[in-house]
């Protein structure tokens, strides 16, 4: 079975309340693997709260694009064995022209390239606007993906691209290897968070999301949930154990 991951934002109140207890809880509930956030802020926290759970971070999000110091987050992900660093957001309205998108992806190639001076990747995470806005037709995200470097990857949330009117199966698809992660979630497609639902129960077809990357890393995450949240994510996990296959 492909790897399963969980994005620690899904439970950012539990985290900021006792980062050891909540990570704890998640490999208790079977999560191996964790995708921390803003790891590089608090790097020593991480590392102790993944030891003590017997977790390994695959990657983490750190915003590092418009940062100053973004070795500061490589380094952080190197001493935590992080393989991938992932920026999750550039906000809309840098991505409304041809020039916009190719500053962002001149600045991504520059900054995989001092990532990966330090072993690890850096790519790129989604949200509904980079498939909402066209060019020429066009989503924005596909014209941003031509112009990056092959060691360039990119963690495409399924959710958001169907929120901003993409098949994400036909996505994945297109965008082929450059994929290594997929955030993994459910709910309706009007983008409405508080309506997100434990995967395989919402409107997303999820199923053809995990046949169109059958290598990608499965990242589950809600923006929100009207539930328990570690329940949900229970119910995710053992979705995924029982459909991915």
């Given at each position: 079975?492909?790897?399963?991951?969980v994005?620690?934002?899904s439970v950012?109140?539990?985290?900021?309340?006792?980062?050891?207890?909540?990570?704890?809880?998640?490999?208790g509930i079977?999560?191996?693997?964790?995708?921390?956030?803003?790891f590089?802020?608090?790097?020593?926290?991480?590392?102790?709260?993944?030891?003590a759970?017997?977790?390994?971070?695959?990657?983490?999000?750190?915003?590092?694009?418009?940062?100053d110091?973004?070795e500061d987050?490589?380094?952080?992900a190197?001493?935590l064995g992080?393989?991938?660093?992932i920026?999750?957001?550039v906000?809309?309205e840098r991505w409304q022209?041809l020039?916009?998108v190719a500053?962002?992806?001149?600045r991504?190639?520059?900054?995989?390239e001092?990532a990966?001076?330090?072993?690890?990747?850096?790519?790129?995470h989604n949200h509904?606007?980079?498939?909402?806005?066209r060019i020429d037709?066009?989503p924005?995200?596909?014209?941003f993906a031509?112009?990056?470097?092959?060691r360039?990857?990119l963690?495409?949330?399924t959710?958001?691209?169907a929120?901003g009117g993409?098949d994400?199966a036909a996505?994945l698809r297109?965008?082929?290897?450059r994929v290594?992660?997929i955030?993994?979630?459910?709910g309706?497609?009007?983008?409405?968070?508080a309506?997100?639902?434990?995967?395989?129960s919402g409107e997303?077809?999820?199923?053809?999301?995990?046949a169109?990357?059958p290598?990608?890393?499965?990242?589950?995450e809600?923006d929100?949930y009207?539930?328990d949240l570690?329940?949900?994510?229970?119910?995710s996990?053992?979705?995924l154990?029982e459909?991915?296959r």
């Open positions: 079975m492909p790897t399963t991951s994005q620690l934002y950012r109140d539990a985290v900021a309340d006792d980062l050891d207890g909540a990570v704890a809880r998640l490999a079977g999560f191996a693997h964790v995708e921390p956030y803003a590089h802020l608090r790097a020593e926290d991480y590392r102790r709260a993944f030891a759970a017997g977790v390994t971070a695959p990657s983490g999000h750190a915003a590092v694009i418009d940062s110091r973004p987050a490589f380094d952080a190197a001493a992080m393989a991938t660093v920026d999750p957001f906000p809309a022209t020039d916009q500053s962002l992806a001149d991504v190639n520059a900054l995989a001092l990966s001076a330090r072993g690890v990747e850096f790519g790129y509904a606007w980079e498939l909402s806005t037709g066009r924005v995200l596909e014209l031509e112009r990056l470097e092959p360039v990857v963690e495409v949330d959710y958001w691209a929120v993409a994400p996505l297109g965008l082929g290897e290594r992660l955030h993994v979630k459910d309706t497609l009007d983008g409405d968070v309506r997100q639902q434990p995967v395989g997303v077809d999820v199923r053809g999301v995990l169109a990357a290598e990608a890393v499965r990242v589950v809600f929100a009207a539930g570690f329940e949900g994510l229970a119910g996990l053992a979705w154990a459909n991915d």
